[in-house]
Nanobody, 121 residues
Framework: QVQLVESGGGLVQTGGSLRVSCAASGRTLTNYALGWFRQAPGKEREFAAAINWSGSSTRYADSVKGRFTISRDNAKNTVYLQMNSLKPEDTAVYYC??????????????WGQGTQVTVSS
């Protein structure tokens, strides 16, 4: 069984930067795709970014492309999301996810508990 714990959330001003982290325990994640999702108040959880098992391929939602960067450190069993040029609409709880199916569809991922990111206007 895998446990995912996010950290690094907080309050930042518009245009600022923040890096959130997700550390895994209970299972090594080197063979699995990892992703970041976010959920704003009153909205559905949405995809933000994903990275394949090796880190050779990434994909992003259009809303964050060019501003966010996902990366992973398999030696630390950790995935990161570097968020730059933050906007108030980026305010959300950010969740990391692992696709244990071996694919990258994140249909039934294992979720972390989330970390709050708030961007002040």
């Amino acid at each position: 069984q895998v446990q995912l714990v996010e950290s690094g959330g907080g309050l930042v001003q518009t245009g600022g930067s923040l890096r959130v982290s997700c550390a895994a325990s209970g299972r090594t994640l080197t063979n699995y795709a990892l992703g970041w999702f976010r959920q704003a108040p009153g909205k559905e959880r949405e995809f933000a970014a994903a990275i394949n098992w090796s880190g050779s391929s990434t994909r992003y939602a259009d809303s964050v492309k060019g501003r966010f960067t996902i990366s992973r450190d398999n030696a630390k069993n950790t995935v990161y999301l570097q968020m730059n040029s933050l906007k108030p609409e980026d305010t959300a709880v950010y969740y990391c996810a692992v696709d244990l199916s071996g694919g990258s569809n994140f249909i039934r991922p294992a979720w972390g508990q989330g970390t709050q990111v708030t961007v002040s206007s």
